[in-house]
């Protein structure tokens, strides 16, 4: 079922509409107003903070420790791996030589190794074979040795009636074979033996003749003595076992010779070849430090020179510099004493490492060495810091310079109460590290405007965008 409204109801229901729009547009607008209305500022909360003397002190930034890095050997620099700004390790490449002719002494060293070794295994084994026929030549020599006393001494009785046994021994059996060849020969003759029985018979009468003869000359030979070519033959042969001794003697000699020199030879082989890796290593340079690479003074394809400066590496993990302190107020100065440092509108706190034993020459001042931690390594090599010692262990209200007003007649601040900009008298003592120390009109916790006080008055309402403001 469809309802029809009267024409009257319907332009009431129409306006309606049109009051409770206009109504709801309007409300949006003074919000949206209220909003731009609200000054965008910048705030801190108020804490307590050393306070420091005056930056009167200047310095420069210098590596915690630096150092230049360069090749100890000549070359052609065949390849550059880090660049300014990288971040090296202690003992990482950084550059190299053409190591071509380094690698071929090594090689020649090894070889040289091998030749001496082979030189010494030959000498040692001709050592051996001298050794043999040393003793090989004295068995001869003892021999002959034995063969010429006894042809001195001739010989001996036992001998000489060993050898007349062996006459008589002879001379009985010719006997008996001349009785038994006459006798066969009657036999033959009558023909009761054979033809081979008698030439058996004579046989064994010739060789019992030659026997008796043998014997008997050997008795001679006894009963006569050594000839005098016996005596020079014997003496012959033990001149020549000896003169085989010398000469195996002499061999020896010469193989330890050899062998000396072959193991001298090893041995500067060795020192050559441990000369040709040290020098290898030496093409690579690494380096010394963990650090940053500062410096490169080096390109690829360029001959370096020994000790000529190929980079420079510092560690700026954490910085020195060297504050010149008036002579008359180093007595305030101690080692281990913190230091206040700025770096344009940067605070950060340095240890005194160091505070040097002689003023400077041309100054009067004292040097202290101040460490300043680096870790993002935001601050760099060759920058200028100012620098104030630390007067007070006690800590105090300190405002950045530029949040503090002064109209002429009051001096104040701007605190942030319910997202309003409250101004709030304060006193002010000592200027330090750019902040301005507040003893009076603040507490610890205030919010308090830092950036846009320019642009605010009291009780105009402040959106805070950034700062310290928790």
Known sequence: MIILLKPSLYISAIFILLFTSACSSTGSSNNEAAEQQKQKVEAMVVKKEPLSASFDLSG?????????????????????????????????????????????????????????????????????????SIQSADAQKAAAQAGVNKVNKGAREQERAQVRTKVQRAQSALTKAQATAERTKLLYDQGAATKNDYENAQLALTNATKDLEDTQEALSLIQEGATLEDRQSAESSLQ?????????????????????????????????????????????????????????????????????????????????????????????????????????????????????????????????????????????????????????????????????????TDTFVYKVVNNKAVKTVVNVGQMSNNKLEITKGLNVGDRIVTTGVNLIYDGLLVQIMGGTSK
């Open 240 to 408: 020549q076992a000896q003169a085989g001794k010398e000469a195996a003697i002499a061999a020896k000699e010469q193989a330890g010779a050899s062998r000396d020199n072959s193991t001298a030879a090893y041995q500067q082989a060795v020192i050559a070849k441990k000369q040709a890796e040290l020098s290898l290593s030496k093409t690579a340079l690494k380096a010394p430090i963990s650090g940053v690479i500062l410096e490169k003074k080096a390109t690829v394809g360029q001959l370096a020179s020994a000790g000529q400066p190929v980079y420079r590496i510092g560690q700026i993990d954490k910085l020195k510099v060297l504050l010149p302190v008036p002579d008359h107020e180093i007595t305030n100065w101690k080692q281990g004493q913190t230091v206040q440092l700025q770096l344009y509108d940067e605070n950060r706190e340095g240890t005194v490492s160091k505070i040097y034993p002689a003023t400077n020459t041309n100054t009067g001042s004292i040097n202290v060495e101040v460490i300043v931690p680096n870790t993002q390594h935001d601050w760099a090599p060759g920058q200028v810091i100012k620098a104030g010692r630390q007067l007070t262990q006690s800590e105090q209200i300190l405002l950045p310079a530029k949040a503090v007003i002064n109209n002429g």
């Open 60 to 132: 420069t930034l210098q590596p915690y420790e630096d150092t230049s890095v360069s090749f100890e050997l000549s070359g052609l620099i065949r390849d550059t791996v880090v660049n300014v700004g990288d971040s090296v390790s202690q003992g990482q490449i950084l550059t190299m030589l053409d190591s071509s002719s380094y690698q071929l002494q090594l090689e020649q060293a090894s070889t040289a190794i091998l030749e001496a070794q082979a030189g010494i295994k030959n000498a040692t084994a001709a050592i051996s074979s001298a050794d043999a």
